[in-house]
């Protein structure tokens, strides 16, 4: 029963949690959006106290029912496990084995350390977006289970435009960035085989949080215990717990490593396994427990000491990567480059010269500027607040229905959001990645708000522009500026009836990207948006 | 030059005969019986060969069917290379089937179809004997060329297009934009007596023009040296007739005034680039009132054909569905009564209250140098309108219904790259538009109802 409604409501969150990434219209995420904001490492960067007493109160009464019912990728690990456990012969393969005592606590203590550097200093967290079981779901769901779930919209939009139909409607289906859609497959992969071979050991040896809620569940009210009485050492509850801490022959537990799925209640055939509040009246428990505490205590002084050591090495380490960043990465080509010849041709397929009706002008894909300081999105505060906060979760990215965040690709904010204007521009009835945002990296913003709040600063290229390139009038970023930052003056001050280019005024300009978007040129704009380092309202 | 189904040699039947397997379904409705109608189908009416309406041309004798082919619009397709082109093959069935049920007259002109629309329509007819079709070309040149060297090269391009040795009808094209530009296209540059010499010689046979613009320059052509012009092509439907919108001449007037110097009448837009078969549920449920089974698309044909000075009223068929139904509507073509009359009188009061574009997809404007789709974004927008679907407040019924299809209809029929949004008010298309719509502004209007919408604003 109680394995029932485990089972129960963790395909519940795992359904809400990848709708809550792959929904597109934004109708789930104000619905969904505590899905998110419940998990852990987030919970911690946001410093949301609601989220970290719930959590902290459900583990110390339950134990990590967290990692069983909340966690969607240790859900998604669960499912992966079943499925192996379906195949003839492995309906039981596990048992016990011993915790990586080492492992965990080192990744664990690195990822504690990386919080407090980076809110005290301004250390890049990558290795806690790295780490975060939030993070590395949700930039699965969002790079490989998306696409998918984009291409089958895509196919009902296909099917209802031939029925004249308005209910589907296409979206753009495209890789955002190379990188975070490559750490997303290893991850994925790596994950799945882990599960696949070993059931929950990624959980119970990599994970941070697993380990962490591991040390709040050694003695949680509610446990479950051995009946010694009952028990036939039979070792089927063993052979069942995909979390290998069942140690059957000797009748112990090991707690900081079991998830509470309840499948060793299912199994045991004399109902020995139970389910209840811990009592010293169960004769075992109260001895296995002590036995347990005393060789943890051991084992936690030894680590500490090798942990001062390591605290020391993961500065100097992060420090050099620092060091490193400040190399441009991907610069991309020159923005001089950028004078592209004009792309009006008309088709000419008379052998005399006539200009004939109809026909399309070809399109030229707009290509990214190299932007000397990225621009981060309304409610993010600052470029400082963004790396942070942000787990690189990519639930902004995926929440963006303009194709405008796409995953940095720079060391210090590896797949962390950025804008760019390329496929669209930051309109301004849209707040979807402020209600989504689980770690306080982008804050809550209305549309209202959001309009004032200047996130860079437009810059315009007098080569590319068209008024100069083509000599025709062009009033394309003045009229569409939401701000009317953008002034037309004539291109000659000599002869006021000359063509007209445009001037920023940058104390209106909120860098929403508008100007760049709709430019003309191609494929390099001839405004373009700069990142503003702290956000500021106009 | 007497054409009727009669003369069908038997090549020409078997040709027929293969393009009709196309359009199984019609053609296997044209098997029953005439007349019987039953619960398993037979509405659709047959197709006959023989009774197509033919008008006589007064200046040159010609029997001209009273349904014109207008070859502004072939079919096109993408070849291996991705690249888009005539389907010449398509285009041979249009015109056999055409021909086969009494179609006579085509036009065509140097600048249709990017171009291509004079070959395609010579590689189609001139598989069928020269004398058993009439073909219309143009000197196409608003912008250019106006030297008579480049004219002249021009006339003959089109001959070897059409792959023909005389031409039956040559219009000067889209006269009306102003005076001086008719004296620099025709008159400075001797190309106009240039035309009269070859037509003197035999190779042109009927020699006019088409009208677009203001009234003044159409009296000032009417006149010109007294030239007695064999036919004119005016722009003539129940929208423009007396109280046209946007910058069309009243086609009362100008219809009256080439009666008045015997100049036969061709129509040209008698549907408004298919607007008028798309009319409002209102005007629909008018129609519908009189003849239930009747289009307003016949209804606009049979407005344009009954007055007794047309010629020929041209339709760009692209599709055999189209070509059929104008001939059901044709053949023969019942005039219009008084009734009727002033059923089309409600329907343009409600479609002048009605907020279209006055586009009809000419593609003159074409192509956008900032690559928009002109003639796209408006067809959406006057689509929206035709089904009701452009509300007039936020407030309204079926707001947000009518947001959806809007929305979703406008990124599915024009790319994002092509929208309204895309103009940068340029204004180069402004002097091509012969509706003389003012496109930028238009951009702006439907650009600027796509953002209330997107936005949800209140308006």
């Known amino acids: 029963m109680l394995r029932k409604i485990r089972i129960t409501l963790a395909w519940v969150l795992f359904i809400l949690a990848i709708l809550l990434v792959l929904d597109f219209s934004g109708a789930l995420h104000l619905w969904l959006g505590w899905v998110a904001k419940v998990q852990l490492v987030p919970a911690v960067l946001a410093g949301s106290a609601l989220s970290l007493i719930f959590v902290g109160l459900l583990t110390l009464l339950f134990g990590r029912l967290y990692c069983s019912v909340l966690c969607p990728l240790g859900i998604m690990q669960d499912g992966i496990s079943y499925l192996s456990g379906r195949r003839k012969g492995k309906k039981a393969r596990f048992r016990y084995s011993k915790e990586l005592k080492s492992l965990r606590w080192i990744l664990l203590v690195i990822v504690v350390a990386a919080i407090i550097f980076s809110s005290i200093g301004n250390h890049p967290i990558l290795t806690v977006s790295l780490l975060d079981p939030w993070a590395n779901f949700g930039r699965i769901a969002q790079n490989i289970f998306a696409p998918l779930w984009r291409g089958g919209n895509n196919l009902l939009a296909w099917v209802a435009e031939r029925m004249d139909s308005y209910a589907f409607h296409s979206v753009d289906v495209y890789i955002k960035s190379g990188i975070a859609f490559g750490v997303a497959l290893v991850w994925l992969v790596g994950i799945a085989v882990l599960a696949w071979w070993k059931g929950r050991v990624y959980c119970n040896s990599i994970c941070p949080v697993g380990t962490f809620l591991g040390l709040l569940s050694r003695f949680p009210l509610m446990r479950i215990s051995i009946d010694e009485s009952k028990c036939t050492k039979c070792g089927v509850c063993e052979k069942k717990c995909k979390s290998e801490c069942i140690n059957s022959k000797k009748g112990t537990i090991d707690r900081s490593r079991c998830v509470v799925c309840f499948d060793c209640l299912d199994a045991c055939n004399f109902g020995a396994v139970k389910f209840r509040i811990g009592s010293p009246v169960v004769v075992g428990i109260g001895t296995a427990d002590e036995k347990e505490t005393k060789e943890l205590e051991d084992g936690v002084k030894e680590l500490e000491k090798e942990l001062s050591g390591l605290e020391n090495t993961i500065e100097t380490a992060m420090k050099k990567k620092r060091g490193m960043n400040r190399r441009n990465f991907f610069s991309i080509a020159a923005l001089a480059a950028a004078a592209s010849p004009a792309a009006v041709k008309a088709q000419q397929v008379d052998r005399i010269l006539l200009q004939v009706d109809g026909g399309l002008t070809d399109l030229i894909d707009k290509k990214r500027p190299v932007r000397k300081s990225p621009i981060v999105p309304p409610g993010a505060q600052s470029a400082r607040n963004m790396q942070k906060h942000c787990v690189a979760c990519q639930l902004c990215v995926a929440a963006c229905p303009n194709n405008v965040l796409v995953p940095s690709s720079k060391l210090e904010t590896l797949m962390q959001p950025e804008m760019t204007y390329e496929r669209g521009y930051c309109r301004p009835e849209c707040v979807e990645c402020s209600e989504v945002c689980p770690a306080g990296a982008i804050l809550k913003i209305t549309p209202a708000e959001k309009s004032a709040i200047s996130v860079g600063n437009a810059f315009w290229i007098e080569g590319n522009c068209v008024v100069n390139r083509d000599n025709v009038p062009c009033t394309e970023c003045e009229r569409h500026c939401p701000t009317k930052a953008i002034t037309l003056v004539p291109r000659d001050p000599a002869d006021p009836r000359s063509l007209k280019v445009p001037a920023i005024d940058n104390t209106l300009c909120i860098g929403c990207g508008t100007c760049e978007n709709l430019c003309p040129s191609n494929p390099y704009s001839a405004i373009y948006v700069e990142g503003n380092v702290t956000h500021h309202t106009v | ?459």
């Open chain 2, 1 to 459: 030059m007497k054409k009727t189904n009669k003369d069908i040699t038997r090549r020409d039947f078997l040709k027929v005969a293969g393009a009709g397997a196309v359009v199984s379904v019609a053609a296997l409705a044209g098997c029953r019986p005439a007349g019987t109608i039953s619960a398993q189908g037979g509405e659709a009416g047959d197709i006959p060969t023989d009774q197509m309406t033919y008008r006589t041309n007064p200046h040159s004798g010609d029997r001209v069917s009273l349904l014109g082919y207008g070859c502004m619009r072939w079919p096109l397709r993408r070849n291996e290379a991705g690249e888009q082109e005539i389907d010449q093959e398509t285009v041979n069935d249009l015109v056999d089937y055409a021909l086969a049920h009494g179609v006579n007259y085509f036009d065509t002109a140097p600048v249709y179809v990017r171009g291509w629309s004079e070959a395609a329509t010579g590689n189609a007819l001139s598989r069928h004997p020269r004398d058993s079709y009439f073909v219309a070309t143009k000197a196409s040149n608003p912008r250019g060329p106006f030297d008579l060297e480049g004219c002249k090269a021009m006339y003959r391009q089109s001959m070897d297009f059409l792959k023909v040795d005389y031409l039956d009808y040559y219009l000067l094209h889209n006269v009306g934009s102003s005076i001086e530009s008719f004296h620099e296209r025709f008159v400075e540059n001797g190309f106009l007596d240039f035309l009269i010499a070859e037509k003197a010689a035999g190779r042109i046979r009927n020699l006019g023009w088409s009208f677009h613009g203001n009234p003044e320059v159409f009296d000032y052509v009417l006149a010109f040296r007294d030239i007695q012009w064999d036919f004119c092509q005016i722009q003539l439907n129940y929208q423009d007739w007396q109280y046209p919108i946007g910058a069309s001449v009243a086609a009362k007037y100008l219809y009256d005034e080439l009666v008045k110097k015997n100049v036969p009448v061709v129509i040209m837009e008698p549907l408004l680039g298919g607007r008028l078969a798309r009319v409002p549920a209102g005007a629909q449920a008018l129609m519908r009132g009189l003849h239930p089974q009747d289009t307003p698309a016949k209804w606009a044909f049979r407005y344009a054909g009954t007055p007794e000075s047309v010629l020929t009223v041209l339709s760009g068929m692209v599709y055999m569905e189209h070509l059929q139904e104008n001939l059901r509507t044709f053949a023969p073509m019942e005039p219009m009564n008084e009734a009727e009359y002033a059923i089309l009188d409600d329907v343009s009061d409600i479609l002048a209250n009605a907020d279209y574009i006055q586009c009809t997809t000419c593609e003159y404007c074409m192509p956008c140098p900032y690559g928009l789709d002109i003639p796209q974004v408006f067809a959406h927008y006057n689509k929206c309108v035709g089904e009701g679907q452009v509300l007039h407040s936020s407030g309204d019924e079926g707001y947000r219904a009518a947001r959806r299809a809007f929305l979703v209809g406008y990124d599915r029929s024009v790319p994002k790259l092509r929208q309204a949004n895309r103009c940068i008010q340029c204004e180069q298309c402004l002097p091509k538009c012969p509706q003389g719509i003012k496109i930028p502004t238009e951009m702006e209007r439907v650009d600027a109802y796509a953002e209330k919408l997107r936005q949800k604003l209140q308006f």
